[in-house]
């Protein structure tokens, strides 16, 4: 199984949380998919499990959007091989805490 190097931009309370600062490089076993980077993540930053999905379901919260390559990601199936580009390490996968309101 290959092992792939991929960039992860957290936002600023999941940085505070995970105690990291900027972007992140981790590494992502076999296909590159949402699952797989949040698989691994959570792997590697134990207390961001619950955070950006449901500790049971696995189903991303609501308030929490997926981007990459100018495309918000956060609707397609969490297994969707992403763009080649964030595969390789080229361009990181946004992780952004959404807003509601008026």
Same mark, same amino acid.
């Given at each position: 199984?290959?092992?792939?190097?991929?960039?992860?931009?957290?936002?600023?309370?999941?940085?505070?949380?995970?105690?990291?600062?900027?972007?992140?490089? +981790?590494?992502?076993?076999?296909?590159?998919?949402?699952?797989? +980077?949040?698989?691994?993540?959570?792997?590697?930053?134990?207390?961001?499990?619950?955070? +950006?999905?449901?500790?049971?379901?696995?189903?991303?919260?609501?308030?929490?959007?997926?981007?990459?390559?100018?495309?918000?990601?956060?609707?397609?199936?969490?297994?969707?091989?992403?763009?080649?580009?964030?595969?390789?390490?080229?361009?990181?996968?946004? +992780?952004?805490?959404?807003?509601?309101?008026?």
């Amino acid at each position: 199984m290959t092992v792939q190097p991929v960039r992860v931009l957290l936002p600023a309370h999941l940085r505070t949380l995970a105690r990291v600062s900027g972007e992140i490089t +981790i590494d992502v076993r076999g296909e590159v998919t949402q699952r797989s +980077i949040l698989d691994a993540l959570e792997r590697r930053y134990p207390v961001l499990r619950g955070t +950006i999905r449901d500790h049971v379901t696995h189903k991303r919260r609501p308030f929490v959007r997926l981007f990459a390559c100018e495309r918000d990601l956060s609707h397609d199936a969490p297994e969707t091989p992403l763009p080649d580009a964030v595969a390789r390490g080229k361009e990181p996968l946004l +992780i952004v805490g959404a807003m509601a309101g008026g």
